[in-house]
């Protein structure tokens, strides 16, 4: 029956969401807004400006995928932050789709921070990207009080 092999399908999929490697989770001592997530060739930049962030005093939590479908941690990381950057070597956001796509999020609440000019992406790029990004977030929060 159609139904019944498209059912075992589904719950091979949940299963799996439980067997995968789990993501790595950082957060700093102070609860943060913003949150970032990272995966693959962009864990290395991500690192070094999560420490020039923490240096500087900017609050913001991390995690890194490790596998897919994503386990039930990921939409719980971003339900717990305001807004969520999603860092990517790519011009199409493909990973920020297949987070909106699985796990139901709305669109506005995940903003993509893109590398795609053909160069490893660098720490500075991230800094900047999501450090201005943070500001203009927290400019008009002041406006608004």
Known sequence: DYVYNMERLLRKWDTAKTLVPAPVLHQGDVPAR???IYFGSTSAAMDEAMASFAAHGVALDTLRLRAFPFPEAVAKFIAEHEQVFVVEQNRDAQMRAMLIN???VDPAHLLAVLHYDGTPIT?????DAIGTRIAERSAAREQVA
């Open 34 to 36: 913003h949150g970032a």
């Open 102 to 104: 699985e796990l139901a």
């Open 123 to 127: 720490a500075r790029f991230i800094i």
